[in-house]
């Protein structure tokens, strides 16, 4: 079992920043690779980024790339998800998920509950 704990959601106005943290727990973090999606309101949850434990796997969505970079710090058992030049339609839940690296919810069998990011145009 691993439970992801994710952190760093807010307000932010257009063109601002957020990194967003999870922390995992339980089985060996460097098993899995870690993905990154989100939920906005009204719409499927949706593949953001994702890494392998060694970096060699490392996707991002279209709609993310050039603005977002996943990283991830395996001494802390830790998942970054940096956002940049963030807009409104970037608004949802945000939820880490451990794993498989690929874009599939289906390839994620742990998911932390979400932390909220807002961006206000």
């Known amino acids: 079992q691993v439970h992801l704990v994710e952190s760093g959601g807010g307000l932010v106005q257009a063109g601002g920043s957020l990194r967003l943290s999870c922390v995992a727990s339980?089985?060996?973090?460097?098993?899995?690779?870690m993905g990154w999606f989100r939920q906005a309101p009204g719409k499927e949850r949706e593949f953001v980024a994702t890494?392998?434990?060694?970096?060699?796997?490392?996707y991002y969505a279209d709609s993310v790339k050039g603005r977002f970079s996943i990283s991830r710090d395996n001494a802390k058992n830790t998942v970054y998800l940096q956002m940049n030049s963030l807009k409104p339609e970037d608004t949802a839940v945000y939820y880490c998920?451990?794993?498989?690296?690929?874009?599939?919810?289906?390839?994620?069998?742990?998911w932390g509950q979400g932390t909220q990011v807002t961006v206000s145009s």
């Open positions: 998920a451990a794993g498989s690296a690929g874009r599939s919810q289906r390839q994620y069998d742990y």
């Open positions: 339980g089985r060996t973090f460097s098993n899995y690779a």
């Open positions: 890494r392998s434990w060694s970096g060699f796997s490392t």
